[in-house]
C-alpha cells in the first residue's frame, strides 16, 4: 500500500508529572503553533497525578479545538484500585470525545463504540489488530518496539484500520503497580510526595558499571534513547501509515513538530532534520534501532544514495 497523502502528526499524551499551568502551557502552545492534526490528553501514567491537570482539561480541549486540532482522550495504561476503574468508566460515559485505550482494562466498557488503541497496548500482528477492529478499533498507534518488517505486514493484511507509528521520545517500555522512582528516593508510592515531578524528562539509570540504561518516570519505565525516525519516514508513508506519532518530552515539542512536518512533506532532508533534532532535545541520544530490528537504544544510519552509488550517513 503506498500513500499520495502525506501521513497526519499526533502529540501523544504527556507521560510526565508537569504541574498544572506547565501542562496547560505546552497545550496552549501546541494549538497555537504546532503543526499537528491531533492531540491526544489525559493522564496515561499514574492516578494520583490527575488532579494536577484536572483543572485545565476543559480550557485545554478548547484551546486545542478552535486550533482546528482533534482531541483524543488518553485512559490510563493500568488499572489496579476501584477508584481507576471508576475514572475509565465514567471516561467512557462521560466524554463525547474518542477515547485512546491504553490498557486492556477499557477495551470491554468500549465494545462496539469507535476508539483508538494507544501503544501501550502489545499490538504485534495483524490478528490481533483485526480483532480489536471488529471491537470498534479503527486507529492503532503501534509499540515502538516493532521491526518496521512487522509494521509493514500488520499495515498490508489490515486495510480497515489507520495505523500509527510512535516516532519521537523517549519509548514506553514497561508500567508496575509498585513505583521505582519514589523507591529511589527514598519513599513509597502511597506516600511519594510527587517526586517524579523533579524530573520532568525521567530520572536517568545507569547500570553498575555507570553505562546510560534506562529512564524512570514514576511507575512507568522509558528508554533512555529517544526514538527518532526522521529518516525513515519515507517509507513509512509510502507502506501506508497513516499518522507519525510525537511524544512530548521537555523540550520544545513545537520546533520538533515542525521538523517532522517538513520531512513528510519534503521541504527539509531528513539529515538536516536529525542534525537540528539533535540541538532542540540534547537530553537524550536518539535512536532508531527498533526499526531497523536491531536493540532498540542503536542508532541505525540512514542509507542514501551518492554520487558513487550507495553510501551510509
Known sequence: MSRTVPPSLTMGPVYYLWDGPKWRDF??????EAPVDRVVIGETVCSKRQHFIEPHIAEVIERLEAAGKSVVLSTLSLVTLERESRQIRELVSDSEHLIEANDLSALGLLNGRPHSIGPLVNVYNAATAKLLADRGATAICLPPELPFASVEKIIADSPRIAFEVFAFGRMPLAISARCAHARSKGRIKD???FVCGEDP??????????????????VQTVSHTCQALLGELASLSACGVSAIRLSPQDCD???VAKLYRAVLDDTLDADEAIALLREIYPMAPLSNGFHHAREGAAWVARARNTAHGVGLD
Open 253 to 255: 515539542m513545537v520546533a
Open 191 to 193: 506516600n511519594c510526595q
Open 27 to 32: 497545550h496552549f502552545r501546541i494549538a497555537d
Open 201 to 218: 524528562d525521567g530520572l536517568p539509570v545507569k547500570t553498575l558499571d555507570r553505562q546510560s540504561f534506562l529512564a524512570l518516570n514514576g
